[in-house]
C-alpha cells in the first residue's frame, strides 16, 4: 500500500479462521429471537417453563460434548448454565 492511501470497508480481506461464527451466530439468534417473542407474547401466553430470551445473555463456552454445547450466561443477573444442542 502506497504512503497516503486509505482502506475502505470494501478492500478490507479477513481470514475466515479468525471470525468467531459461533459468537455471531448467537448475537443473532438472540436478536430474532427478542424480535420474535413480542410478537408471540402478543398471541398466546408463556407456558411455565418458557423464559424471556431477551434476558438471557450468553458469554463463553465451558464444555462441548455428545449432547452439546454448554455456556456460561446470565439471565435476570443471575448466573446460569445453558445447554444448547
Sequence with gaps: ?????????????FRADQIDLKSLDMQLEKHLSRVWSRNIEKQRPAEEWEIDLAKLDLRNVIAHGTYGTVYRATYDSQDVAVLQS
Design 1 to 13: 500500500m502506497k504512503g497516503n492511501e486509505s482502506i475502505s470497508g470494501k478492500d478490507m480481506i
